[in-house]
T-cell receptor
Framework: TQLLEQSPQFLSIQEGENLTVYCNSS?????LQWYRQEPGEGPVLLVT?????EVKKLKRLTFQFGDARKDSSLHITAAQPGDTGLYLC???????????FGQGTTLQVKP | DSGVTQTPKHLITATGQRVTLRCSPR?????VYWYQQSLDQGLQFLIH???????AKGNILERFSAQQFPDLHSELNLSSLELGDSALYFC?????????FGEGSRLTVL
């Protein structure tokens, strides 16, 4: 069974700081997605990465896919309180929505 | 607003009971996925339906069942409930790999 490990589990930082969260797999994956979930809501897709070494930017968020396609990272620059939430990485299975999720990183950004 | 509607938002029931959770996917989406989110297990895939047919099963207990109706809405039936079934149950619909999640149904079993 392919497993995803996310680190750190919890992160509490001050507004304006930078941070990186990591997602590692026990084996090579074809694609990986990052989701963000706020309390009381469902996860919302941030990005899908498919190519080894790929880097995608979404405003202050930078997503990287490892060259060997076994790991990914999410870097947030100048974090804002609105970035607070649970960040989940997920492995895809073919071209469907059957996903394997990591346990997530809970981020708290204090004003 | 993802366009996926789930009811009820909250449900409190007793052990041994049976409940039904309902999901309406985004307009035009043929796929419906059910996921369970608990503190210890995280977000776990339960089952996938496409246009009324079951396509994939995940870690779904035998006490749980689901179906998708001709109008594409789906229901997840949970029976003989146990304390450990307390969790958030999410429905999602998709186009390809991108999932659109509803706001979830929070089930509390007492």
């Amino acid at each position: 069974t392919q497993l995803l490990e996310q680190s750190p589990q919890f992160l509490s930082i001050q507004e304006g700081e930078n941070l990186t969260v990591y997602c590692n797999s026990s084996s090579v994956f074809s694609s990986l997605q990052w989701y963000r979930q706020e309390p009381g809501e469902g996860p919302v897709l941030l990005v899908t990465v498919v190519t080894g070494g790929e880097v995608k930017k979404l405003k202050r968020l930078t997503f990287q896919f490892g060259d060997a396609r076994k790991d990914s990272s999410l870097h947030i620059t100048a974090a804002q309180p609105g970035d607070t939430g649970l960040y989940l990485c997920a492995l895809g299975s073919g071209n469907t929505g059957k996903l394997i999720f990591g346990q997530g990183t809970t981020l708290q950004v204090k004003p | 607003d993802s366009g996926v509607t789930q009811t009820p938002k909250h449900l409190i029931t007793a052990t041994g009971q049976r409940v039904t959770l309902r999901c309406s996917p985004r307009s035009g989406d043929l796929s419906v996925y059910w996921y369970q989110q608990s503190l210890d297990q995280g977000l776990q895939f339960l089952i996938h339906y496409y246009n009324g047919e079951e396509r994939a099963k995940g870690n779904i207990l035998e006490r749980f069942s689901a179906q998708q109706f001709p109008d594409l809405h789906s229901e997840l039936n949970l029976s003989s409930l146990e304390l450990g079934d307390s969790a958030l149950y999410f429905c999602a619909s998709s186009v390809g790999r991108e999932l659109f999640f509803g706001e979830g149904s929070r089930l509390t079993v007492l």
